[in-house]
């Protein structure tokens, strides 16, 4: 049985998860634009979910050579702020300020889509604590580029390894695009109802 998924995302991140899980990997990018949409402080959960929805709306049916695809997207909740990709360096410079020496909250939402056209649709949330930053760390990483196309301006795994003081309660997955724990059951039952069908 196959173990390929159709990943309606550029992000290397997100393939990377599935790669190391054990899934081969397709990827897709969806024409919409999440850059542009407004976000609703109202329900964050319910926002992602509905941005993965439009995501995976976006990609071709799920054929043969694929037990599911799968979209997401992914925000930080900074207070009552919900915040996406930085647009320029000026405002993931605010994203990162604001989020120094307090708590948040990210938010990834997931859409699979089976072959027979079926949509799951859930949400992770992890919360992540980024301690104090001196201004030329801060001025150091922001010309990098590093903070361009992602949520809150910053990916974890890449923040960790650079010595950064940040922890996480939760799946670190979650916050780095795809919540790897709740995500992997679900396609492993998708390839053992196949099985016995």
């Known amino acids: 049985m196959t173990r390929s998924v159709l990943l309606g995302s550029a992000s290397p991140r997100r393939r990377r ?25 109202s329900s964050p959960a319910r926002t992602v979910e509905a941005l993965a929805w439009f995501k995976s709306a976006q990609i071709s049916r799920v054929d043969g050579a694929h037990v599911a695809s799968i979209a997401a997207d992914t925000v930080c909740v900074v207070g009552d702020a919900i915040v996406g990709k930085p647009g320029d360096r000026s405002e993931a410079r605010g994203m990162i300020t604001r989020m120094l020496g307090r708590r948040h909250r990210t938010i990834t939402g997931v859409c699979i889509r089976n072959r027979a056209g079926r949509r799951l649709l859930f949400s992770d949330a992890a919360e992540v604590r980024m301690g104090d930053l001196g201004t030329d760390r801060i001025e150091a990483y922001l010309d990098s580029g590093e903070w361009a196309g992602k949520a809150g301006g910053y990916n974890l795994e890449d ?7 940040i922890e996480c309660d939760g799946d670190p997955s979650t916050v780095m695009g795809l919540p790897i724990r709740r995500l992997i059951p ?6 053992t109802s196949e099985e016995r069908s």
């Open 17 to 41: 998860l599935l790669e190391s899980a054990g899934w081969r990997v397709e990827q897709v990018a969806p024409a919409i634009d999440d850059g542009v949409i407004r976000l609703s402080p």
């Open 159 to 165: 923040r960790i390894a650079d010595g950064w003081p």
């Open 186 to 191: 679900l396609l492993e039952d998708l390839v």
